[in-house]
């Protein structure tokens, strides 16, 4: 595997969990911060358009996760995907946990 792939299955992890808090917010009702808010990543967006948000995150970490060539038979490709996760996670909670305090 090249490096690149290695690239490909961090971001893939990164992009698809960021799916979720949007996806479930959207579908919700509820208003919730995404870069096309103003200001970008601060205000707070209509529902409709973290959906959208969400659809956008998932094919980008759909296509990311096929060009990473993420399998079960490859442990490198795996623990560098749940890093994506984990990382992309970590930052946002300390972010949305910042934004509820403003």
Known sequence: MNWYNYVACFFAGAFLA???PHFFHGISGDRFPTPFAHPPGRGL??????VVWA????V???VLLRAGKVSTENYATLIVFLAGIVTISTILSFRFRQKMRE
Request: charged share 0%.
């Open 18 to 20: 960021n799916v979720v």
């Open 55 to 58: 659809w956008i995150n998932l």
């Open 45 to 50: 967006s209509s529902p409709t358009v973290n």
């Open 60 to 62: 980008v970490g759909y």
